[in-house]
């Protein structure tokens, strides 16, 4: 590897990246759902590592990635009950359930993993998905390898997220839910049910993360490690706020941290004098300095991670 | 209205919730160490009587007590003014690499205890600057304290990699560490071949500094006030931004000295573990103790406790130490949830 010519490295980072920000732009179009509804949900990289987790485990015991996949999101959704009855329904602070979510699915997965798979041995991998060939495109010079030759669930996160963006902005639903979000009283005025919009939309953004976290495990590791997910959750988090709660944008933010992720991958094994660390620690430093740069005062939601009370004084 | 007494009665009502509490996370734990196939009386026995019986448990346990202490009362600090934050780990990383930096200098041979001085004085500085980080985001940029704080221990998790492998590693050695502590600099043992150090009455003395600074002085009132209203401080005269970075700066400069006392007690050295995911655990015992210098002692010694044993637990039972992260987050959520019931009885009466 020491030896790859500059194209030849830069085409490698690109596809990469293109990988790389999937599970990123899974959990923040999930993330964006539910802060447009007024729910700050710090649970993200929890959701995440127990979509991971679940992944694997239904992959490996059924044989079936597409299972393992559903699975994950459904478990993924139906993990945000915690933090919705809780942070929500019970009106804690959203900030300290979430955290303790995560501290939660962390501990339970690692947990389990250690049960069914015991410490030692061979851990259990399954083949990653395969990368997809569409006729014509994927035969293109640079963008055929980079942007069409990646696997199905990469174009399903972009799609997804443009998806999100149209719901959001172009249907009554997505009125409905920008209300609730911005200024809840007067949704509940109009007879909107605040507390259902905001479950719902948790339930969506639990099932996101969820297939953000198996991305991890389906098209990137093969296997279930500790501390699998590395903070991404929280990354997902900042690019909410750098997107300014957008989709659209939220593509672009993706894609910034999926090539940095793609560069420290990558340039670890070029053999720079600079220390491999400064590599590995480039995606984090990045969000610091883009938020830096682009996050100041960004139009947050305005009744976001605010309690709500339903007959209020 | 006496602010102690209020105090007091605030904890007193809470106690049973927080009891409850306990006793539901340790069924539920016992009920998924059953369900995956352990025996649960003898993993709870381990896990809560090996601390007391077995020798170098209980030093384990004491040397445990110091860090969660310390972390707890940054974390507070920064709690009470409506600032949560995750970056004990970096924090503690931080305050480690001063430490090492300080007392493994040749001073430290000549100086012995002296060198605690400069050594914490160092550690508090690169906490500080590193929880001062998360505080500046939110004052100016408005970006969330919890998110910044988070991230930077990866950042600081690196630095530490590095410089373990580089220019603090110690001379003859293959594994990531860094030059010893002079024993003239060591922190005395309590228990002779135990890790449990003097540490622990500087963190006790912490505490009570930090009891008395919270619930005694001006500056503590306000720190409050800011935690329990942002409007009605701002009346007050509470310039909340200058307060975001200055708490953040204290509240991570005073977790960075649980990083410089591990240097000194412990494996007298910096290691890569130094922070062990304690900065997570020090916001529970925060969390659990209600911010209160009482219930925080209790929580740290709880907390103490289900660390050390969880390991003894994981040898002997071959239950996951990471049930401990299970029973301590469940705590927490339950917390909460009681909490919740009871402000919900509290406006009923309030409607009638």
């Given amino acids: ?313 | 209205m006496n602010s102690k007494s209020f105090s007091e009665r605030l904890l007193s009502s809470k106690l049973p919730v927080i009891l409850l509490a306990v006793i539901i996370s340790m069924l539920l734990g016992a009920i998924l160490i059953s369900i995956s196939g352990g025996s649960a009386p003898a993993a709870y026995r381990q896990l809560f009587l090996t601390p007391f019986t077995t020798h170098s448990a209980t030093g384990d346990m004491l040397s445990t007590i110091t860090p969660l202490l310390i972390i707890a009362i940054g974390v507070s600090v920064a709690q009470h003014g409506g600032l949560t934050n995750l970056g004990g780990n970096g924090q503690v990383v931080m305050g480690g690499i001063a430490m090492a930096l300080v007392a493994t200098s040749p001073a430290a041979e000549a100086l012995g205890p002296l060198i605690w001085i400069p050594g914490f004085l160092c550690a508090f500085l690169f906490g500080a600057l590193w929880g001062m980080i998360a505080g500046a985001f939110k004052a100016y940029i408005h970006s969330s304290e919890i998110i910044v704080s988070l991230l930077l221990n990866y950042i600081a998790a690196q630095i530490i990699s590095y410089l373990l492998r580089g220019p603090m590693m110690a001379q003859g050695v293959t594994v990531p560490e860094s030059e010893l502590v002079p024993e003239a600099a060591h922190m005395p043992t309590l228990m002779a071949n135990t890790s449990a150090n003097a540490g622990i009455f500087f963190a006790f003395g912490l505490l009570v500094i930090y009891g008395v600074f919270m619930y005694k002085t001006r500056t503590g009132y306000k720190i409050r006030t800011l935690g329990y209203s942002e409007k009605a401080a701002k009346y007050g005269g509470v310039e909340k931004s200058k307060y975001d970075v200055l708490l953040m700066a204290v509240s991570g400069g005073i977790v960075g000295l649980a990083g410089g006392m591990e240097v000194l007690g412990g494996q007298y050295r910096l290691v890569e573990g130094i922070a062990n995911n304690m900065g997570f655990t020090g916001v529970v015992v925060a969390l659990v103790g209600l911010l209160q210098p009482v219930g925080i002692a209790l929580a740290a010694v709880f907390m103490a406790v289900l660390t050390v044993g969880s390991k003894y637990m994981q040898i002997m039972s071959k239950v996951p130490v990471a049930l401990k992260d299970v029973l301590e987050a469940l705590m927490v959520l339950f917390i909460l949830w009681g909490f919740s019931l009871n402000l919900k009885r509290r406006r009923i009466k309030e409607g009638n």
């Fill in chain 1, 1 to 313: 590897m020491g030896n790859m010519s500059l194209p030849a490295f830069i085409l490698a980072v690109c596809t990469s990246m293109f990988r790389l920000s999937a599970p990123l732009l899974f959990a923040s179009t999930g993330e964006i759902m539910s802060e447009k509804a007024g729910v700050s949900n710090i649970g993200l990289e929890g959701q995440m590592i127990i979509g991971a987790f679940t992944s694997l485990l239904v992959s490996y015991e059924t044989g079936s990635v597409t299972l393992g996949l559903l699975a994950a999101g459904v478990f993924g959704a139906l993990s945000t009950l915690v933090i919705t009855y809780l942070g929500v329904m019970r009106k804690q602070n959203q900030s300290v359930v979430g955290l303790m979510f995560n501290i939660l699915a962390t501990g339970l997965t690692t947990y389990l993993y250690r049960m069914i798979y015991g410490v030692s041995g061979v851990a259990p991998t399954i083949d990653t998905i395969k990368n997809i060939h569409i006729p014509g495109l994927s035969d293109l010079p640079v963008l055929g390898p980079t942007v069409f030759s990646q696997n199905l669930l990469v174009y399903l996160a972009i799609a997804l997220s443009v998806a999100a963006w149209y719901i959001l902005n172009k249907t009554k639903l997505g009125l409905c839910i920008r209300a609730v979000g911005e200024n809840p009283r007067a949704a509940q005025a109009a007879g909107l049910d605040v507390i259902r919009y905001r479950a719902a939309c948790m339930l969506f953004t639990g099932f996101m993360a969820g297939i953000g976290g198996a991305f991890l495990v389906v098209a990137i590791n093969g296997r279930f490690i500790d501390d699998i997910t590395a903070g991404r959750g929280y990354i997902a988090l900042a690019i909410t706020i750098l997107a300014g709660w957008n989709p659209l944008t939220e593509i672009a933010g993706s894609m910034l941290f999926g090539a940095a992720d793609a560069l420290q991958l990558r340039a670890q094994t070029l053999g720079f004098s600079i220390p491999y660390q400064a590599f590995v620690m480039l995606p984090y430093v990045v969000v610091l300095v883009s938020l830096l740069l682009f996050g100041r005062n960004a139009p947050a939601p305005r009744a976001l991670g605010m309690r709500y009370e339903k007959e209020g004084r």
